[in-house]
């Protein structure tokens, strides 16, 4: 793309040059008949010059001298050198190649004459500087595309970082539960391990995934649920309140479950004498609202929420930033967690 860009303004600016000598060079007479044509080869047969010169400070100069403060006085003295040798160079392919070649005959031009080489000079910095104005704003963005790729890469990496502390997170409680169930002889204990087995299909292919369909994730919510209701039986209230307005809304997964995780880890210990947990999923227009709410023990003092939570925020503020709002309180014997998130 780099060098597509760098051929189409060098075609683009012979082409130019061409009208603009063709018009100079009507005034002189039985020239006309193809002088555009002449004009043309006269820009090639110079055009070496303004490369070499375009591409030696585009290059070295810029990148060696003067991106580096100290090397400033440096890189002026031989940008000086380097153009007053082009433009020696730009006057000599002028007067003893260019015209010899294109209109045969040695037009006699005074190589130090000011008028020509004012002119010469405009045709000499005039390319080069336009191409290196445009190569440092090239450059520019394409340093900027790399860095954003680069913080992108970085964020998605500590990302899955979080995925991979989540899981084993989960899948460790969860196969405490179904330990509960087999010490107590539970007829509930083969129900739990197919529905640990889903859990595990959903970890192992999905997971992984950038996005996954709410659907799913309301879905992993419910086999997590099921689980623990297996475990604590008629002892726990629970209530799971749905509204899902698109099922194949995207959303990044295993997102809710470290809050219903949260909510059985304090609102269904053992010391709680009557434990009740309500959670409520919503999603209209690509808006999702999720809200759970728990009992907590009188002498719950815990302000520190674990690893689950901590990176929950974190995997927020990267999937979703500044569209996200996530409040956690306690009042009243009640623990409540409530996420609002754009999806689109």
């Given at each position: 793309m780099k060098?597509?860009?760098?051929?189409?303004?060098?075609?683009?600016?012979c082409?130019f040059?061409?009208?603009?000598?063709a018009?100079?060079?009507?005034?002189f007479?039985?020239?006309?008949?193809n002088?555009?044509?002449w004009?043309?080869?006269v820009?090639?047969?110079t055009?070496?010059t303004?490369?070499?010169?375009?591409y030696?400070?585009?290059?070295i100069l810029?990148?060696?001298?003067?991106?580096?403060?100290?090397r400033?006085?440096?890189?002026?003295?031989?940008?000086?050198?380097l153009?007053?040798?082009?433009?020696?160079l730009?006057r000599?392919?002028?007067?003893?190649?260019?015209?010899?070649?294109?209109?045969?005959?040695f037009?006699?031009?005074?190589?130090?004459?000011?008028?020509?080489?004012s002119?010469?000079i405009?045709?000499?910095?005039?390319?080069?500087a336009?191409l290196?104005?445009?190569?440092?704003i090239v450059e520019r963005?394409?340093?900027?595309l790399?860095l954003?790729r680069?913080?992108k890469s970085?964020?998605?990496?500590?990302?899955?970082?979080?995925?991979?502390?989540?899981?084993p997170?989960?899948?460790?409680?969860?196969?405490?539960?179904?330990?509960?169930l087999?010490?107590?002889?539970s007829d509930?204990?083969a129900?739990?391990?197919?529905?640990?087995s889903r859990?595990?299909?959903f970890v192992?292919?999905?997971?992984?995934?950038?996005?996954t369909?709410i659907a799913?994730?309301?879905?992993?919510?419910?086999?997590?649920?099921?689980?623990?209701k297996?475990?604590y039986g008629d002892k726990?209230k629970m209530?799971f309140?749905?509204?899902i307005?698109?099922?194949?809304?995207?959303?990044?997964?295993l997102?809710l479950l470290p809050?219903?995780?949260?909510?059985?880890?304090?609102?269904?210990?053992e010391s709680?004498q009557?434990p009740?947990?309500?959670?409520?999923i919503?999603?209209?227009?690509?808006?999702l609202d999720?809200?759970i709410?728990?009992?907590i023990?009188?002498?719950?003092?815990?302000?520190?929420?674990?690893l689950?939570?901590?990176?929950?925020?974190?995997?927020l503020?990267?999937s979703?930033p500044?569209?996200?709002k996530?409040?956690?309180?306690?009042a009243?014997k009640?623990?409540?967690?409530?996420?609002t998130l754009?999806l689109?």
């Amino acid at each position: 793309m780099k060098h597509l860009w760098h051929l189409l303004f060098w075609i683009f600016y012979c082409l130019f040059e061409a009208f603009i000598s063709a018009k100079l060079l009507e005034g002189f007479g039985s020239l006309t008949t193809n002088v555009y044509m002449w004009s043309l080869c006269v820009t090639l047969i110079t055009l070496p010059t303004r490369l070499i010169f375009a591409y030696v400070l585009v290059n070295i100069l810029i990148p060696k001298y003067f991106e580096q403060k100290r090397r400033i006085a440096k890189g002026i003295f031989l940008f000086a050198m380097l153009f007053v040798s082009m433009l020696f160079l730009y006057r000599i392919s002028i007067n003893f190649i260019a015209w010899p070649i294109v209109f045969d005959f040695f037009p006699g031009f005074d190589i130090f004459d000011w008028g020509l080489t004012s002119l010469s000079i405009t045709r000499t910095l005039a390319p080069v500087a336009l191409l290196t104005v445009g190569s440092l704003i090239v450059e520019r963005h394409a340093q900027q595309l790399r860095l954003e790729r680069f913080k992108k890469s970085k964020l998605e990496s500590e990302l899955q970082s979080l995925k991979a502390q989540i899981q084993p997170h989960f899948l460790f409680n969860t196969l405490n539960n179904i330990y509960a169930l087999a010490h107590s002889k539970s007829d509930q204990t083969a129900p739990a391990v197919a529905a640990l087995s889903r859990l595990l299909r959903f970890v192992l292919f999905e997971s992984g995934k950038e996005l996954t369909p709410i659907a799913s994730e309301v879905n992993i919510l419910n086999e997590y649920i099921k689980l623990e209701k297996l475990r604590y039986g008629d002892k726990l209230k629970m209530q799971f309140d749905q509204n899902i307005e698109n099922n194949n809304q995207m959303i990044s997964p295993l997102l809710l479950l470290p809050l219903v995780e949260n909510a059985f880890k304090h609102g269904a210990s053992e010391s709680i004498q009557e434990p009740k947990i309500h959670c409520s999923i919503s999603e209209r227009n690509g808006c999702l609202d999720f809200w759970i709410k728990n009992t907590i023990n009188d002498n719950d003092e815990t302000e520190s929420f674990g690893l689950g939570l901590e990176n929950l925020k974190r995997q927020l503020s990267i999937s979703y930033p500044d569209r996200h709002k996530l409040t956690i309180s306690k009042a009243n014997k009640h623990f409540l967690a409530k996420l609002t998130l754009s999806l689109k």
